[in-house]
């Protein structure tokens, strides 16, 4: 899967439980907390959706903040995390 697939696939389960469809303000660098768009139980229903979708068990010790601040992080994170597994 392509990175813009990942950025999409969490782009849009967020616009859809955390924005209700608005995606007008969400860039992929949009601070997430700071924004108010996420908040920690809104990390572990991201969490819980990425995976489910990407076959993964992410670790608590991955559970910090720079990992899901915004879109492009949890690319990132992501990406290693996949990356890794595959290794």
Not at 35 to 40: Q, R, V, Y
């Given at each position: 899967?392509?990175e813009?697939k990942?950025?999409?696939?969490?782009?849009?389960?967020?616009?859809?439980?955390?924005?209700?469809g608005?995606?007008?303000?969400?860039?992929?660098?949009t601070?997430?907390?700071e924004?108010?768009?996420?908040?920690?139980t809104?990390?572990?229903?991201l969490?819980?959706?990425?995976?489910?979708?990407?076959?993964?068990?992410?670790?608590?010790?991955?559970l910090?903040?720079?990992?899901f601040?915004?879109?492009?992080?949890?690319?990132?994170?992501?990406?290693?995390k996949?990356n890794?597994k595959?290794?």
């Open positions: 899967m392509s813009q990942y950025s999409d696939l969490i782009r849009n389960f967020i616009v859809d439980n955390f924005l209700f608005d995606d007008s303000q969400l860039k992929n660098d601070p997430l907390f924004k108010g768009i996420i908040d920690s809104g990390v572990l229903e969490v819980s959706f990425i995976e489910e979708n990407y076959k993964i068990t992410i670790l608590d010790d991955e910090v903040q720079d990992n601040s915004s879109i492009s992080s949890i690319e990132k994170f992501l990406q290693n996949l890794n595959n290794s």
